[in-house]
């Protein structure tokens, strides 16, 4: 018997601020990180259909035939508005383009970001705990030390990536 293969796709719903959002004009990154994440009442199931919705919209019957049993959300936290899906391996890439189709849930106009691709969970989950703490640091003052270690993780990747070449 053949095992299913899968990807796992780490996202974040990001509502860009509108008129009435910005009060002041001092924009911090604390101010930035509730504007931009706001507490939905979207739940997972809601959110499948929305995706599978938009699927059907984007790539029509082909699109929703490949994913329609393979796709599921297995994460989904409304209160910080990040989630992960599961989806089949062979053509993650199509959900990945209809993710970023999605202009609205629940009327709000929003952006949704894919943060990571993995073939595990455990992996996803690793990735938003160092993100998350890295956010923390940030909005704790430590600004130059978080600013230092993306960097150099960034610095990391593109070594990486040139070796591979």
Known sequence: ????????????????????????????????????????TISGRE?????????????????????????????????????????????????IGTLMMIRSVQGKNCIVNVIHVSGTIKMCQDFLIAKNKKLMKLMDGEEDDALMEMDTEVGKLQEDEDEED
């Open 47 to 95: 959110l499948l259909q929305l995706i599978r919705t938009t699927l059907n919209e984007t790539y029509g019957d082909f699109g929703s035939g490949l994913h329609a049993s393979s796709m599921n959300v297995k994460y989904f936290s409304p209160r910080t508005s990040t989630g992960i899906l599961r989806t089949a391996r062979d053509n993650f890439e199509l959900i």
């Open 1 to 40: 018997m053949v095992r299913l293969k899968s990807r796992y796709i780490l996202f974040e719903i990001i509502y860009p601020p509108t008129s009435t959002n910005i009060t002041t004009t001092s924009y911090s990154l604390k101010t930035s990180l509730k504007l931009h994440h706001q507490t939905s």
